[in-house]
């Protein structure tokens, strides 16, 4: 069964310390591995997809690297707007549903 | 551009009552996927449409839910004989293809009461 588990599941941190987060996943055959960020009472926004082990994806203070097991989100030197529930998914072969994790809370303090 | 909307943003109802949910696609987006998330859990899927038809109903929990995109665009999430277990954000999503990124709407709060 297509199963993604994500740790820990809240994370505090203050500003300016890195830290990452682990999205372990089994899928029979990935096609995507995707992050999102989730602020409370908003859809989820899109931040990366991962297609391949080795592959890494950085946007300002993130950074998504992938391998057959797990991904990690990288953050650093936080800031407080970063604070969000970080979310990652999984694609199977055939395209369509996403199979989410249950999420990582991060809370970054000034 | 105008991204993925949904309306109502905010549904509060009896037990056993109907519910309708709206979610408009970005233009153009030939998928569309609906998403149930209780609170402090991911999103679980529900059913995607490639054009008008359903692709993948596996998510449905049962009978009562139903859902329709007869034009290939907007889509209908019908809810029968709601139960208070029904409460969550329903979100929606839309992609070019079913391979291409999600991105989703705002989400509507379902309240049963």
């Known amino acids: 069964e297509d199963q993604v588990t994500q740790s820990p599941e809240a994370l505090r941190l203050q500003e300016g310390e890195s830290s990452s987060l682990n999205c372990s996943y089994t899928?029979?055959?990935?096609?995507?591995l995707f992050w999102y960020r989730q602020d409370p009472g908003k859809g989820p926004e899109f931040l990366f997809t991962l297609y391949s082990a080795g592959e890494e994806k950085e946007k300002e203070r993130l950074k998504a690297t992938l391998t057959k097991k797990e991904s990690f989100l990288h953050i650093t030197a936080p800031k407080p707007e970063d604070s969000a529930t970080y979310l990652c998914a999984v694609q199977g072969p055939e395209g369509g549903k996403l199979i989410f994790g249950q999420g990582t809370e991060l809370s970054v303090k000034p | 551009g105008a991204g993925v909307s949904q309306t109502p943003s905010n549904k509060v109802t009896e037990k056993g009552k109907y519910v309708e949910l709206r979610c408009d696609p970005i233009s153009g987006h030939t998928a569309l996927y609906w998403y149930r998330q209780s609170l402090g859990q991911g999103p679980e899927f529900l059913i995607y449409f490639q054009g008008t038809g359903a692709a993948d109903d596996s998510g449905l929990p049962n009978d009562r839910f139903f859902a329709v995109r007869p034009e290939g665009s907007v889509s209908t999430l019908k809810i029968q004989r709601t139960e208070r277990g029904d409460s969550a954000v329903y979100l929606c999503a839309s992609s070019p293809t079913a391979s291409d990124t999600q991105y989703f709407g705002p989400g509507t709060r379902l309240t049963v009461l």
């Open positions: 899928v029979s055959g990935l096609r995507g």
